[in-house]
């Protein structure tokens, strides 16, 4: 079964931490992974995608990569902000199925001043 | 040219009910998704139209559940005599292809069953 799994579900740091969030999915076969931001009550916004093909992706403060092999990706933010505070929620296009993203349930982020 | 727009954002149903979720995807967008939101989990996948033709509905729960999406746009999704556990939020995506590319999400509809 196509699984993706998050740790850890919820994190709280001060501002200006540096932080990982991980991802893990069960299948090395890929299209590609997307990492999105949730915030309360709200739909997902894309934060950035990496197709099959990529190691990494980066937007601002923020860089995701990809490990097929070992079926990792990793979300690093940096210098964070409280204006970071949602749940960041990543999903994988697996092949072979018909386009239809598998999610983790999320990492809940609460960055405090 | 807005994204993705879903209507009602808001919708409390009496169980047995009937209700109605509409998407506008992104105009030009030929895939459209329909995924089920529970509270504190991720979204999961409920079906996928290709234009007009719906090509995966695997993910839709039980008959109560229908999509259309009749002229390769607007998309309504239809429930019928809601249960509690369909309570939950709505979300319709959108993308550019066939293959599936970056997916756009709408705001969601959440629909309430009491």
């Known amino acids: 079964k196509q699984e993706v799994t998050q740790i850890p579900a919820a994190l709280s740091v001060p501002e200006g931490e540096n932080l990982v969030l991980n991802c893990s999915f069960t299948?090395?076969?890929?299209?590609?992974l997307q990492w999105f931001r949730q915030d309360p009550g709200k739909g997902l916004t894309s934060l950035l995608l990496?197709?099959?093909?990529?190691r990494e992706q980066t937007s601002g403060r923020l860089n995701a990569s990809l490990d097929k092999s070992s079926g990792r990706s990793t979300l690093y933010i940096a210098a964070s902000q409280p204006g970071d505070s949602a749940t960041y929620l990543c999903?994988?296009?697996?092949?072979?199925?018909?386009?239809?993203?598998?999610f983790g349930a999320g990492t809940r982020l609460a960055v405090h001043p | 040219g807005a994204g993705v727009s879903q209507s009602p954002r808001y919708k409390v149903a009496k169980r047995g009910q009937d209700v109605a979720l509409r998407c506008d995807p992104i105009?030009?967008?030929?895939?459209l998704f329909w995924y089920q939101q529970a509270l504190g989990q991720g979204p999961e996948f409920l079906t996928y139209?290709?234009?007009?033709?719906?090509?995966?509905k695997s993910g839709l729960p039980s008959d109560r559940f229908f999509a259309e999406r009749p002229e390769g746009s607007v998309s309504t999704l239809k429930i019928q005599r809601t249960q509690q556990e369909d309570s939950a939020v709505y979300l319709c995506?959108?993308?550019?292809?066939?293959?599936?590319?970056?997916?756009?999400f709408g705001p969601g509809t959440r629909l309430t069953v009491t």
């Open positions: 999903a994988v296009l697996f092949s072979g199925g018909y386009n239809k993203l598998i």
């Open positions: 139209f290709q234009n007009e033709a719906q090509l995966d």
């Open positions: 995506a959108s993308s550019s292809t066939g293959n599936g590319y970056e997916q756009y």
């Open positions: 990496i197709q099959s093909s990529q």
């Open positions: 105009s030009g967008h030929v895939s």
């Open positions: 299948d090395s076969a890929i299209y590609n």
